[in-house]
């Protein structure tokens, strides 16, 4: 949006009152892009994940309503029922 600008971004600890900054160069801002793009494909294409002992999550999981996951699927089942 401003491409004439320098991108500032800061934490603020509450307790200790400290602020650590950073300014993100260009570099910066797409190593950051193609991070998150990498994790955000590596989450859409694993299948292969720990299965949950809450039983409700399978409700809301693709997995389980695609049948990717078996126990799941399973569970999704039983709910139904």
Same mark, same amino acid.
């Given at each position: &949006?401003?491409? #004439?600008?320098?991108?500032?971004?800061?934490?603020?600890?509450?307790? @200790?009152?400290?602020?650590?900054?950073?300014?993100?160069? #260009?570099d #910066?801002?797409?190593?950051?892009?193609? =991070?998150?793009?990498?994790?955000?494909?590596? &989450? %859409?294409? #694993?299948?292969?994940?720990?299965?949950? @002992? =809450?039983?409700?999550?399978?409700? &809301?999981?693709d997995? +389980? %309503? @695609?049948? +990717?996951?078996?126990?799941? +699927?399973?569970?999704?089942?039983? &709910?139904? +029922?």
């Amino acid at each position: &949006m401003y491409p #004439d600008k320098e991108l500032y971004a800061e934490l603020y600890y509450l307790r @200790s009152g400290n602020r650590k900054g950073h300014i993100f160069t #260009d570099d #910066d801002l797409e190593n950051i892009k193609l =991070n998150i793009l990498n994790i955000g494909n590596k &989450m %859409i294409n #694993d299948f292969n994940f720990l299965q949950t @002992s =809450n039983e409700r999550a399978c409700r &809301m999981c693709d997995h +389980a %309503i @695609s049948k +990717a996951c078996a126990i799941g +699927a399973n569970r999704l089942k039983k &709910m139904k +029922a």
